[in-house]
């Protein structure tokens, strides 16, 4: 029978009766020792007074110290350890991490001064920009700093009432992040919606110095501030939720580029969101299948896109619904300007993530998040076909299967995950060798030590899509040059005259918008009709 350690130390009766029982003994009986030590026991029961309510403990006994010291006792399973209070800081901050060391009384005194020297204390839009300056922010903050102080209701923002909105996001949002997404979005949102950033990107519009040929334009500047929405929910919404978190917000590059706008003068050299020439190409690509121009494409226009390079059938898995928003992709068998944004990027830039997620998800049919080898021959077989109507003998499907799993090298055999294909690198072989043909004899014709070389190498270039639209605006512009310029009977000047170079934006900004405007003119009377 084992006694706790505790019970030997504080009871010096019941020592004494141990040693009582082994003295002049080299052992003590087991059968002798349990039953002395139980009646022993009943009896300091016995003894023992009974506690009254509210009777405090008495204090423990001190006993004198012996001069041989206590031999350690093993570890008894029946001891019962005393809970550790362990203080854990906190790690979680959904608003950003708090900087003791900030003076946000300093700053809002820096405000006040800047409102007196305006006239009435009243800030416009425009003088707006001084203030988001005084407040550390990027000039093109001036406009949801405006609406979220309620400027869009009278038209001005007093120094009282913007001092009291920027007072009170101070004490509850601590980054830049969770700040834009307080000014950016609906009242008790946390998250922001497409429709939210209308309001800047229009500000973008009317004040930009690399967007001024636009004003002659005004009814082309929906398509403008639609295509940004489109690439900024592309590049930054990760969780494809339609809602823009702080940490999607925290995890991409938007607030540094919306930073750059006010440095940079040609928007253009802000590839990333912004471009007009990226804008222009994905424009000019959507108006060559919208055949009757209402703003909608059919499955039997998209597939006109690149001259039939995409399969029938992944044109019908995104008509299905797998990668579009709303219902009137499903319902109606349309996409809209917006849906096509999403499906030019991905079809040029398969190396993006977003891309390849968009493609998995298409050639994902039953939707259970794996490629089985059923629905990679499903695609395969149409590619097949056209290669047979095209006079090329087609690789067997086995022999191919082969080769992309060697090419992927899946974790689990006989099913090709999104994991798999983001970690080998060579998501865009894989998704051409089953829906484009055109891309997938590309490939088959390049030296693979070459394909090798691209993978590996790890220095930043232009991605796909950034190389993609820099050609076709090349190739755009081209051709309305030589289309003015013949409509002026100077045909054989062109000729010899040489390419204007990209640096010029000013002459190509007039070319295009006008252009443009003959576009947005049909477009207008055919949504007034």
Not at 399 to 420: E, H, S, W, Y
Not at 435 to 462: C, G, I
């Amino acid at each position: 029978m084992m006694i706790k350690e505790t019970s030997l130390r504080r009871d010096p009766d019941l020592r004494g009766e141990l040693a009582f029982l082994a003295r002049g003994c080299d052992f003590v009986l087991p059968s002798r020792f349990k039953k002395r030590l139980k009646s022993f026991q009943q009896t300091q029961i016995q003894n023992k007074p009974e506690k009254k309510p509210g009777t405090p403990l008495p204090p423990p006994a001190t006993f004198a110290s012996s001069p041989r010291p206590l031999s350690p006792v093993p570890h008894v399973n029946n001891v019962v350890n005393a809970t550790l209070s362990i203080n854990i800081p906190r790690f979680y901050f959904p608003e950003g991490l708090p900087d003791a060391c900030s003076n946000h009384e300093q700053t809002l005194s820096r405000i006040e001064t800047a409102f007196m020297d305006i006239e009435d204390q009243k800030a416009d839009i425009y003088e707006m920009g001084k203030i988001a300056k005084v407040c550390g922010c990027p000039l093109y903050w001036k406009t949801p700093m405006f609406r979220a102080a309620g400027g869009e209701r009278t038209g001005f923002v007093s120094a009282q009432s913007f001092i009291a909105m920027w007072r009170k996001l101070l004490s509850n949002h601590h980054d830049d992040a969770s700040k834009f997404i307080c000014l950016l979005a609906k009242p008790s949102c946390s998250y922001l919606e497409q429709d939210d950033f209308v309001p800047l990107l229009q500000d973008v519009v009317d004040t930009h110095p690399g967007l001024t040929f636009l004003k002659d334009a005004p009814e082309f500047h929906s398509r403008y501030i639609t295509t940004v929405i489109q690439r900024i929910f592309y590049t930054v919404n990760r969780s494809w939720s339609g809602k823009i978190t702080a940490t999607e917000i925290r995890k991409s590059n938007f607030l540094q580029t919306l930073a750059l706008l006010e440095e940079e003068e040609d928007i253009n050299q802000i590839t990333d969101y912004f471009s007009y020439e990226h804008f222009y190409v994905i424009y000019c690509k959507f108006w060559e299948l919208d055949s009757d121009h209402d703003l909608y494409i059919s499955q039997a226009d998209l597939s006109r896109y690149n001259d039939q390079a995409s399969s029938n059938r992944i044109i019908e898995r995104i008509f299905s619904g797998a990668v579009t928003r709303g219902k009137t992709v499903q319902k109606e068998g349309r996409m809209s300007y917006a849906d096509f944004v999403w499906f030019l990027i991905s079809e040029e830039d398969k190396r993006n993530p977003t891309s390849i997620e968009y493609w998995f998800r298409c050639m994902d049919v039953d939707g259970d998040g794996v490629l089985s080898m059923y629905e990679l021959e499903y695609f395969y077989e149409e590619q097949c076909d056209r290669m047979e109507a095209m006079g090329i003998e087609p690789l067997p499907f086995h022999d191919l299967l082969c080769q992309m799993l060697d090419l992927v090298k899946p974790a689990n055999d006989g099913k090709i995950t999104l994991r798999d294909l983001k970690r080998c690198r060579m998501a865009h072989i894989f998704y051409d060798t089953f829906f484009n043909l055109e891309k997938y004899l590309d490939h088959e014709q390049r030296d693979p030590f070459a394909v090798q070389k691209d993978v590996e190498n790890d220095s930043p270039e232009p991605s796909d899509w950034d190389r993609f639209a820099a050609e076709e605006y090349e190739t755009l512009v081209a051709e309305e040059s030589a289309q003015a310029q013949f409509q002026e009977g100077s045909f054989e000047d062109y000729e010899t005259e040489e390419p204007a170079s990209p640096s010029e934006i000013g002459n190509k900004g007039k070319i295009v918008t006008s252009s443009l405007s003959e576009k947005c003119g049909k477009l207008q009377s055919v949504d007034e009709e």
